[in-house]
């Protein structure tokens, strides 16, 4: 077991773990952050997404040792100051989520989309979406959100 400083959602956090702990799990045993949620345990359905240096990752599959030299961001972070984001916003508007388990994961990627791509086609959505995997199937309604967001101006 060794300690570990991270930067999540701009608050650094010490936790003692082992070094391949996955992320995930330090978020939620350790640090009580539950937003971000256990899916598949293979990095193949995307529930676990997070962002390390803004680049979305699945924390299910990234050991807390790796981590520490990043910002994390979670779902609980993707707000800022109880403001949420445009994205956020027209998830809500356009009332993306059902069951809702694999939202938190999809936001994250979305996100991550908007950011490094500001007004993606419906084959880019597709494509950087194709990760997260929705078992209620509401892709048509989070492409629709990530139109909307991006005619908004993105994330912010």
């Known amino acids: 077991m060794k300690s570990y400083t991270l930067l999540i959602n701009g608050q650094k956090h010490s936790v ?6 996955p992320l995930l799990w330090i978020l939620r045993d350790h640090l009580g952050m539950v937003g971000t949620k256990y899916g ?42 109880g403001k949420l984001t445009s994205l956020q916003k027209q998830w809500i508007k356009l009332d993306v989520p059902q069951c809702g388990y694999c939202q938190s994961g999809q936001l994250m990627s979305a996100s991550a989309l908007l950011a490094r791509t500001p007004k993606p086609s419906d084959g880019e959505i597709d494509s950087v979406m194709s990760g997260n995997l929705c078992r209620c199937a509401t892709y048509t309604r989070i492409r629709q959100a990530i139109h909307a967001a991006a005619e908004e101006g993105g994330v912010a």
Do not use: F, M, Y
């Open 40 to 81: 598949c345990g293979k990095g193949i359905c995307g529930a676990c997404t997070v962002h390390l240096n803004g680049v979305a990752i699945r924390s299910c599959q990234l050991p807390v040792s790796a981590a520490t030299s990043g910002e994390i961001t979670t779902i609980e972070g993707l707000a800022k100051n």
């Open 16 to 21: 003692i773990a082992s070094d391949d702990t």
